[in-house]
């Protein structure tokens, strides 16, 4: 089962910044935290990653929380091909058998950018 | 740099007939994994394959599924005698060698198995 919770659902105004939240209060000190994105019916696109420190590339920023409890995942100018289903995913930073190696998709946020 | 690349984008298969999905991953990447994703649901782990060892099947199903990545060529999932039940968006991913967490997987477009 996935270690995080994510809203369903949210809309954002094109041109605005999409502020996706994401809860893993049950992370360990050696997970790291994983974006991904679906955009219908294609393949999962990584975002970013981070695991204490907040992250920035050319697509969007990760700002995880001191307790790490929580992050957030900020694209700044959101547009119409931002539309798609967001995932956040917690992943071990080493991998000790079965089950630790895959990244568990849960249900994600379907964001919406509106005209 | 070609993304992760898998052939065929459509599959229609006859139940009782065998699917063959292939998958070459990104140049210089050693490790590739396979999902599925049943209509209106999430990607599910199916197995973690490097080159010539099977790392972690735990989310195969136990029949008719198998999964190889040979020293040479792409990686395969064959589905035999498929069901209607096997119709689903078929995705694998690949990574370079291990960073463990810290190494991003990069995922395919997929591969969309339709049995009639």
């Known amino acids: 089962d996935a270690k995080t919770t994510q809203p369903p659902s949210m809309d954002c105004a094109e041109g605005r910044a999409a502020n996706l939240p994401c809860n893993h209060s049950?992370?360990?000190?050696?997970?790291?935290v994983y974006w991904y994105r679906q955009i219908h019916s294609q393949g999962p696109q990584y975002i970013i990653h981070?695991?204490?420190n907040n992250e920035t590339n050319e697509m969007a920023s990760l700002i995880i929380t001191e307790d790490r409890k929580s992050s957030t995942l900020i694209l700044p100018h959101a547009t119409l091909r931002d539309t798609a289903v967001y995932y956040c995913?917690?992943?071990?930073?080493?991998?000790?058998?079965?089950?630790?190696?895959?990244?568990?998709f849960g249900k994600g946020t379907k964001l919406s950018v509106i005209p | 740099n070609a993304g992760v690349m898998q052939n065929p984008r459509h599959l229609v298969r006859r139940r009782g007939q065998e699917a063959r999905l292939r998958c070459s991953p990104m140049?210089?990447?050693?490790?590739v994994y396979w999902y599925r994703q049943l209509p209106e649901e999430g990607l599910k782990f199916m197995v973690y394959?490097?080159?010539?060892?099977?790392?972690?099947e735990s989310g195969m199903p136990k029949e008719r599924f198998s999964a190889e990545f040979p020293k040479e060529g792409p990686s395969i999932l064959r589905i035999q005698q498929v069901v209607r039940g096997d119709s689903a968006a078929y995705f694998c991913?690949?990574?370079?060698?291990?960073?463990?967490?810290?190494?991003?997987?990069?995922f395919g477009q997929g591969t969309r198995l339709t049995v009639v």
């Open positions: 991913a690949s990574s370079p060698p291990s960073g463990g967490g810290n190494t991003e997987a990069f």
């Open positions: 049950t992370i360990s000190g050696n997970e790291y």
């Open positions: 981070g695991l204490k």
């Open positions: 995913i917690v992943r071990p930073t080493l991998f000790s058998g079965a089950g630790s190696y895959q990244l568990t």
């Open positions: 140049k210089g990447h050693s490790h």
């Open positions: 394959l490097q080159k010539e060892n099977i790392i972690d």
